[in-house]
């Protein structure tokens, strides 16, 4: 299992609606890859232009095959990223010890 959280800010308040468009839009497109088991888009109620991006993947390879696929060629790259700042962080659930 690989886990990811992305933090995005988006720079400018009128590029808000585009981005929480974009986002919209590669969710079903992230989904039908393969090895991705989850992947949701929230957005701050307090920070707008906040949304974090909590992903689950198979493994990391699959996470890096999808850099390849149409949501991040078509969508993510260009119409999130040049508008957006971001902070990528694999990541793992905290349980107790023996989990």
Request: one cysteine or more.
């Amino acid at each position: 299992m690989f886990d990811l959280i992305v933090i995005i800010r988006v720079r400018a308040g009128d590029d808000i609606p585009a981005v929480a468009d974009a986002l919209t839009r590669m969710r079903p497109m992230c989904l039908a890859e393969d090895g991705c088991l989850s992947w949701e888009a929230y957005r701050s109620e307090e920070e707008p232009g906040c949304f974090v991006l909590v992903e689950r993947w198979a493994s990391r390879g699959h996470w890096e095959a999808h850099d390849a696929g149409a949501a991040i060629q078509d969508v993510y790259l260009p119409e999130i990223l040049p508008r957006v700042e971001r902070e990528v962080h694999p990541s793992r659930p905290l349980r107790p010890a023996g989990d």
